[in-house]
């Protein structure tokens, strides 16, 4: 896999010049320096300034935008907040969008200003620009030295040649811009945006199905370890992979999953001890059974998959991953590991299957008294569950060729479909105002409370509305720049987006969708709905009420329910956003509850 540089309209800025003066010469940063003092250069009108951030550091592209009047020479930030937040229409039709990068302690960035020049510059101004210049040439030579040291290395992890999908943030920093929804002037902003992104929803358009050549071809081994054809007289995928190694040798040494993570490290401890005994002898070769999920829980994220995971779990013919969310076709297979980090290598299939050898020994069975390999639990299946599969396809902007305005070219179940046309996938969805709030509960580290997270979702329905002034909906929906940027994730709720993409793919009846206030109300009745869906066999009382009786699984921390529900006006706003996105859902799957109105 190699990077393919974002299209430089990714940045969403309205103003085009300024989009196009950007992209021309600042798309992609690597390293900066350490330097004292702040170093710019001037190209067609603007100056472009760097400022110092003291050590040296990681750098992503962060852009901080001031638009400004022939007849001012600067603009204050306040200033700037003023204009944002007029009521003039214009002004709000031409304003830009601000956006920067990750701004944590742990992370030091670089920002990139863009002002009006002065029209008359003195000349010792002029004298000390050429100093900055070359400043700005010396310090890129250093820069492409150090890079040049880190690539001949094989340093990956040391120098990131693309922006982490990850670091973004808005540049609005909510202690100078924070929106107070209660004052008239900032709600009627707010609406207005909501408006404008509801004018523009659009549902017609539809992606086109990438034909299996140009899958495989970008992904040849996956497709050469994973056969056409599974093993017969078994309810789950499985196929006998001949094994290349000794009886002695460790089959998870070089395991990419056991690498990062010590509780991955612990499980292949235990699966080495038993794993040589279930090889399978055959005309002088080694071979071991291989297997893919039956089915996947692919979503959505603070939906209840965790719940719905465990409880499953404790059906006696449904074997899971030891860990609940591998996160492989999304993430891993990518090389991205943990969300605050960059690309590293990525996880190769074989990997991805190791998590399923446990689950495969107990379809194998004990081979010392079945020595023919057939199995002996043909009934059993295994489910995988990682709530990012049927919605992250944020990596794909950094490995694939751009070639669909702006749309991923290739989407998850387009591979999954690829190598398991028969998969089944269960989907757990929830009110998206609701699943928005407990998002940035669970995902948030400090200061939240009901007023940041009204902030936030200001924020983040003005870099969607910015989008969709240029883009059409699904290109903003997949949009990674403003995915990443926006500071709570509004697009995981737009469930409709992407279930019409996975239906383009796999059949209605391969696919089970759960609303959590169901589940919740009456677990036997999801559950049951489940184990029908599955094609499971009938369970002992016993054995039912330990399924569906046991407590809840992740519910929410004691101490994110003592900051109390979300305000009312921030609840009435998400609502009306949602409103279109939920009402095509529920005609799509033909039933109102999906509209969620009663709440």
């Given amino acids: 896999m190699t990077y393919k540089p974002q299209r430089p309209d990714l940045a969403i800025f309205p103003n085009r010049r300024l989009n196009h003066l950007i992209a021309d010469k600042f798309t992609l940063f690597c390293r900066c320096l350490q330097m004292r003092p702040a170093f710019s250069t001037v190209h067609h009108g603007y100056e472009l300034r760097f400022l110092n951030t003291g050590m040296l550091c990681t750098v992503f592209l962060k852009l901080s935008c ?29 304003r830009p969008l601000l956006l920067q990068v990750d701004n944590t302690p742990m992370n030091p960035f670089a920002v ?12 010792n101004s002029g004298c000390f620009c050429k100093i900055r210049v070359y400043g700005v040439l010396f310090g890129l030579a250093v820069m492409f030295v150090i890079m040049a040291s880190y690539v001949l290395n094989g340093d990956k992890k040391g120098l990131l040649l693309t922006p982490s999908p990850y670091h973004f943030t808005t540049l609005v920093n909510p202690g100078l811009f924070a929106f107070n929804l209660s004052s008239e002037k900032d709600y009627a902003h707010i609406k207005l945006v909501v408006k404008s992104i509801k004018s523009k929803v659009d549902f017609g358009s539809s992606r086109h199905i990438p034909e299996l050549k140009a899958l495989i071809k970008t992904d ?34 070089t395991n990419m999953y056991g690498r990062y993570s010590r509780r ?36 959505q994220p603070k939906c209840g998959t965790t719940d719905l995971y465990d409880r499953l779990r404790r059906h006696p013919d449904v074997k899971f991953t030891t860990f609940k969310e591998p996160h492989w076709w999304t993430r891993k297979r990518f090389g991205i590991i943990r969300l605050s980090e960059g690309v590293h290598d990525p996880y190769p299939v074989e990997d991805y299957l190791d998590l399923f050898d446990q689950a495969a020994y107990q379809i194998q069975g004990n081979l010392t008294a079945n020595d023919r390999g057939y199995p002996s639990h043909p009934n059993i299946i295994i489910g995988e569950a990682s709530a990012s599969t049927m919605w992250d396809n944020n990596a794909w902007v950094y490995f694939y060729d751009n070639t669909s305005e702006g749309e991923p070219p290739f989407l998850i179940q387009d591979f999954i479909h690829a190598v398991q046309p028969d998969a089944r996938f269960i989907v757990m969805l929830r009110d998206p105002v609701e699943r928005l709030y407990s998002d940035y509960l669970y995902f948030g580290i400090a200061n939240k409370s009901a007023e940041d997270f009204q902030e936030k979702v200001s924020e983040s329905l003005q870099l969607f509305e910015g989008c969709l002034m240029e883009y059409t909906m699904r290109s903003c929906v997949y949009n990674t720049t403003v995915n990443n940027a ?112 009663n709440r």
């Avoid at 050469?224 to 002695?248: A, D, Q």
Wanted: aromatic share 14%; proline share 6%; net charge positive.
């Fill in 264 to 299: 991955f490290r612990t499980v292949f401890q235990h699966l080495r001890s038993s794993f040589h005994k279930h090889l399978l002898y055959r005309k002088k070769k080694l071979y071991r059974m291989r297997c893919l999920p039956y089915f996947y829980i692919i979503g």
């Fill in 486 to 597: 926006m500071p709570v994730r509004l697009q995981v709720g737009l469930y409709i987006v992407y279930l019409m993409d996975w239906l383009k793919v796999f059949n209605r009846d391969q696919i089970l969708l759960l609303r959590l206030e169901d589940h919740a109300s009456n677990r036997k009745y999801t559950m049951h709905k489940v184990f029908d869906f599955l094609g499971l066999g009938p369970l002992t009382k016993e054995k039912e009420s330990e399924i569906t009786e046991s407590p809840a699984s992740n519910t929410r921390r004691p101490a994110d329910k003592n900051l109390g529900p979300m305000l009312a006006i921030t609840k009435e706003i998400l609502r009306d956003f949602y409103t279109p996105f939920n009402a095509k859902l529920a005609k799509v799957l033909q039933n109102d509850s999906f509209l969620w109105e």
């Fill in 220 to 253: 040849p081994h996956m497709f050469s370890v994973i056969p056409h054809k599974f093993l017969p007289g078994i309810k789950n995928p499985c196929w006998y992979e001949e094994y290349t190694g000794n009886r002695t040798s460790d089959p998870y040494r």
């Fill in 112 to 123: 990139l200003e863009v002002k009006r020049d002065a029209l008359k510059r003195s000349n």
């Fill in 66 to 94: 001031q638009v400004v009047s022939p007849q001012l020479d600067t603009m204050t930030q306040m200033d700037y907040k003023y204009s944002l937040l007029g009521p003039a229409i214009d002004d709000y039709r031409k």
